[in-house]
């Protein structure tokens, strides 16, 4: 893929917009060149800072009024009077600003949120896994090899749980790449099911529990624990799949 037909995707692979192929092919791209990375980590800080409250602000509760007044004389047909220049001055301020806004709405195209983004990515990260045959850097049903592999390429030590006992045997582990910055990947698997589950170090952004999704095909199950935020994803159907989750939550 060439740097111009990154950087036609760009925007909409930031903003979540693309179909899968080419969401993978501009992720390729942006693993091999610097600059375009470079690109995609400045248009990302963009949409971070247009999402920003300091963007936004009331008009004033005089303005309202003196707007709200001139359109119910307009309504009802009355004459404006002579004596009030200010008041067309504040309808047209007003309407200066309603059409900076209106307009400024339509070149901002609506972004899926936070969890919605990373649920994009898992879910990219699951189908590159299995289209590279790059299920694992490490390859071991033993979670006293998988965990010390880790050391030195994260920041933080992933929890590795052996859970064969439960019917689902780990198969190992790799590096990968979510949310902008490096995660650990650990598979496991389920009679001929694959499971990613992708964790890395983050407080809650809201009440704790599991939560389900599906994507493109894929069941998804995101959980909280002990500052780490984890993500497993399969084609293993729903109820399975939390089966797995519970089982990894359930006190060791």
């Known amino acids: 893929m060439s740097c111009r037909e990154t950087q036609n995707l760009l925007h909409g ?54 707007v709200a007044a001139n359109l119910r004389a307009a309504a009802k047909g009355e004459p404006e009077p002579r004596a009030w220049p200010w008041r067309r001055l504040a309808f047209a301020g007003a309407l200066a600003v309603v059409t900076v806004v209106a307009l400024g709405l339509l070149f901002i195209p609506s972004r899926p949120a936070r969890e919605e983004l990373l649920a994009q990515e898992v879910v990219s990260g699951h189908v590159r896994s299995l289209m590279a045959s790059h299920l694992t850097d490490v390859v071991s049903t033993d979670q006293h090899t998988v965990k010390p592999w880790f050391d030195g390429k994260l920041d933080f030590s992933p929890q590795v749980t052996d859970l064969s006992a439960q019917g689902f045997p780990l198969a190992g582990g790799r590096l990968d790449y979510v949310g902008d910055r490096p995660v650990a990947a650990l598979v496991y698997q389920r009679r001929q099911h694959f499971i990613n589950l992708f964790t890395w170090p983050e407080a809650p952004e809201s009440g704790g529990g599991s ?42």
Do not use: I
Request: aromatic letters at 10%.
């Open 13 to 66: 692979y930031v903003d979540g917009e693309l179909d899968l192929l080419n969401s993978l092919r501009v992720e390729g791209h942006l693993q091999d060149c610097p600059a375009c990375a470079h690109e995609h980590r400045n248009q990302h800080a963009l949409r971070t800072a247009l999402r920003t409250n300091s963007l936004y602000f009331n008009a004033p509760t005089k303005l309202q009024k003196r």
């Open 211 to 252: 939560r389900v999704a599906s994507r493109q095909g894929y069941n998804l199950v995101y959980w909280h624990r002990a500052g780490m935020a984890y993500w497993a994803v399969s084609d293993l159907n729903l109820s399975e799949l939390q089966e797995f989750s519970r089982a990894l939550q359930s006190p060791t």
